[in-house]
């Protein structure tokens, strides 16, 4: 089964090309790493802003844990 397989005869002469993927690969990461982190900020203060009005609309403190309540247990 050996015998069957061929060779091949070129050989590559040198490996810049794959060097520059290489680093753009990493760029294009950390780029990406970025916008999630932005996108993760933006989620968290809209999240902070909705805890924020929920307090200010609620009218009692048993009313505000009720709701918070329900906000995380889904009853």
Known sequence: MLSEQKTP???VATFA???EIAELTIG???FG??????MAGFVG??????FVNGIVQ???????ARGIFTAFTGI
Do not use: D, K, P, Y
């Open 58 to 64: 609620s009218h009692s403190i048993q009313e505000l």
């Open 45 to 50: 203060v809209w999240g902070c802003i909705c």
């Open 9 to 11: 005869t070129e050989q």
């Open 28 to 30: 294009n990461s950390r």
């Open 33 to 38: 790493i970025g916008i999630i982190m932005a």
């Open 17 to 19: 090309g794959n060097t």
